[in-house]
């Protein structure tokens, strides 16, 4: 498939989108954290740490409380994600990291990778600036994740115009887990997989419908034919309350180690 940049970048144009899909998950029923499940995933010894589309910075902050001896640099391609996070911090592609080669100890590339229009162009810059013996930690959605959510939401699309219908993965399955191993394994000569599966019930569909909105600029689509789908969403969502407390699915995601 193909990712369109330009709908990327303004979906990230600030961090706003990406909170609102962040805060979906404050519905888990468990209490797994990711922030802190990656951060046990990297050894200790890591000098210098660059953490590739850090967004916001959730996983930079976590690590840089957690290793104030590390330098940990967040680096994202859309400057305003970057507006929150304290230096140091550097606007750059994944594509084309400004660090030579060998001079990194870790790098971080959390649920970013399906945004990269050549994923296995930045998994060789990845393998190129990260010292012998380096550390990648990658993350990803497995390729069912979220299912009942997008079951619902097609079943919202399937209301429109059969010309108007898209696809509601979006870039999603640029990268998931049916064909990262592969392009991981194409640079680096160990990739251990760590998934995880958690469930979540979600009491109101308003966090549901404002999740969908979030992800607008990602689609291949009008604005109209967004706002009917939507809408279409609503009523669904209106249907499943009447006779639910809950809305309910599960939660996927894969970390992958590699060196």
Sequence with gaps: MVVDVERTMENYRDAGNLKTRVGLFRFRRDDFDPVEFAAGLLPR?????LDVGAGYGRYTRRLRADRPEATVVAVDKAPGMLA?????????????????????????????????PD?????????????????LL??????DDMDALY???????????????????GPLPHFDSANAPALLKARFDTVE?????????????EPLIAYLRSARSLMDCTD?????SMLAAERLLAEHFASHTTFDFTKRLVFYRCR
């Design 45 to 49: 010894d890591l000098g210098l740490i």
């Design 84 to 116: 929150e996070v304290p230096e140091p911090a550097m606007t750059a592609d994944a594509q084309a990291i400004p660090y030579p080669d060998g001079g990194v100890d870790g790098l971080l590339a959390l649920h970013m990778l399906y945004h990269v």
């Design 119 to 135: 994923v296995a162009a930045a998994v060789a810059e990845f393998r190129r600036v990260l010292q012998t013996g380096g550390t």
């Design 138 to 143: 990658v993350a990803t959605n497995a390729a």
């Design 151 to 169: 079951v619902l939401w097609r079943k919202a699309i399937a209301t429109l115009p059969e010309a108007d219908r898209y696809d509601p993965r």
């Design 193 to 205: 997989v760590f998934a995880d599966t958690g469930p979540v019930s979600v009491p109101e569909p």
């Design 224 to 228: 109209a034919v967004y706002e009917a």
